[in-house]
């Protein structure tokens, strides 16, 4: 069967447009700042759907994993310590081009370096203590995903 122009068009459309996936962590400093009701309000204005949402607390052996890639970088242990510290939020988020989107609306690593209205500038203290965490890349954003939910968490 051929395709009309419109149908067509509409395909083109859905392949820019994919819906795609991201993780998110609201990290122990925003947490125990009594900040992840705000920062769950401005994930949802953006437009993400909250597929999955869990409150955790890391063990140094699940920080370390998570972070493997940054592994033998010299602020390895003082990521680790941080994000054991306290309690966490775990998210799992929803909408066209989620690892950009999260991205531009947590803001630059380094807070002092962060757009005004963003996460990071509005609740991050320093490069080491940065509010919330979002995956980088696709090939990040699975395995990201995969460490806190499994396939049927987000079916
Ligand atoms: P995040 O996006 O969670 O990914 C790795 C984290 O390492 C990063 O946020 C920072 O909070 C933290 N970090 C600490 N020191 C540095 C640094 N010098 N350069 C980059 N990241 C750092």
Redesign the pocket.
């Known amino acids: 069967m051929r395709h009309s122009g419109r149908d067509r068009r509409k395909g083109e459309e859905q392949t820019m447009n994919q819906l795609e996936r991201t993780l998110a962590i609201i990290k122990p400093d925003s947490f125990a700042g009594g900040h992840t009701g705000e920062i769950l309000a401005m994930i949802e204005a953006a437009g993400f759907r909250i597929l999955g949402m869990r409150m955790t607390r890391l063990s140094k052996a699940q920080a370390q994993g998570f972070?493997d890639v940054?592994r033998g970088k010299p602020?390895f242990a003082?990521?680790v310590e941080f994000m054991t510290e306290g309690p966490v939020v775990v998210l799992a988020l929803e909408r066209e081009n989620a690892i950009k989107a999260w991205r531009d609306l947590m803001g630059a690593?380094n807070p002092a370096g962060a757009a005004e209205g963003t996460i990071r500038k509005k609740f991050g203290t320093a490069?080491?203590r940065?509010a919330v965490?979002?995956s980088d890349a696709p090939e990040t954003a699975a395995y990201e995903l995969g460490f806190f939910f499994s396939g049927a968490d987000l079916a």
Request: aromatic share 18%; no cysteine.
């Open positions: 972070y940054h602020f003082g990521l690593t490069i080491d940065n965490h979002g």
